[in-house]
């Protein structure tokens, strides 16, 4: 079983910091495999620190590049991470750059050209109004080939959403960073364990913690695998 978390910030903001080597300390001390990275998306920010992590650690660090679609060249940014440094997956966070993750004009052109490279999206996906489940229904419906991730799990007020949507959408994946175990068991239980995906949002958890409480989401060993790493190994094709 590789044990695998799907949510990490690697860089420096104003409030944050983590780099690659503090992210492999945690990593390490609770017994985690690989972790999935990209840009803290506050203000300007650029792709360099993940690019920099993964060539430091590139049998554990797995990097996915952020974008604000409200930039010319978010694109051509995406294309180069993909194709020149081997970024395996996009992460938008819609509430932060101040736009709909529903926005054609905005996102579809990012849409089709991670369609193009096989990679998933992983969008921040509190109950928030620009990135809210019905928000992630209408893409998951307009780009039924793209593998699409819905970051905390409509937590706090619309998990049920995003349950529902979950099960309607074969490529909708719910994470379940930040939220609490109730709401991922419940999840598990409605949309099956297929399509949960475990994360943390590190540096901004207690590590230990957000990975020791995934040992309740399930009793069920199988799902439970699924659940820490197998989903999204078999997303990313490791
Ligand atoms: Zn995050």
């Known amino acids: 079983m590789t044990i695998i978390d799907a949510h990490n910030h690697v860089g420096t903001i104003k409030k944050a910091h983590q780099s690659g080597a503090d992210l492999v300390a945690k990593l390490d001390k609770a017994g985690v495999e ?3 990275m990209f840009p803290f998306v506050e203000g300007d920010f650029s792709n360099e620190p993940i690019r920099d992590a993964h060539r430091e650690f590139p049998d554990r660090l797995i990097p ?9 060249t978010a694109v051509d940014d995406v294309r180069r991470c993909v ?7 996009l992460k938008l966070h819609p509430t932060i ?3 709909h993750l529903s926005d054609p004009k905005l996102c579809d ?3 089709a050209v991670c369609e193009g490279y096989g990679i998933p999206i ?12 019905p928000e992630f229904a209408l ?8 593998t699409l991730i819905m970051a905390h799990m409509g937590f706090f007020w619309s998990v049920d959403q995003a349950i529902r949507f979950a099960i309607q959408y074969p490529n909708l994946y719910l994470e379940t960073s930040r939220a609490p175990i109730f709401e991922i068991q419940t999840a598990v239980r409605e949309v099956g364990a297929d399509k949960v995906i475990w994360g943390t949002d590190s540096p901004f958890v207690d590590y230990a913690f957000e990975f020791q409480k995934m040992s309740s ?3 069920d060993a199988d799902a439970y695998s699924k659940i820490v790493g197998g989903n999204i190994a078999r997303i990313l094709k490791l």
């Open 109 to 111: 052109p990012l849409f």
């Open 139 to 146: 893409m998951a419906e307009r780009f039924p080939n793209v």
């Open 64 to 72: 996915y590049c952020a974008v604000n679609p409200w930039n010319d």
């Open 34 to 36: 690989k972790a999935v």
């Open 217 to 219: 989401a399930t009793d």
């Open 83 to 89: 194709e020149t440094y081997g970024f395996k997956g």
């Open 97 to 99: 750059g101040g736009y």
């Open 122 to 133: 992983v969008v921040h996906g509190a109950s928030d109004l620009y990135n809210c489940p």
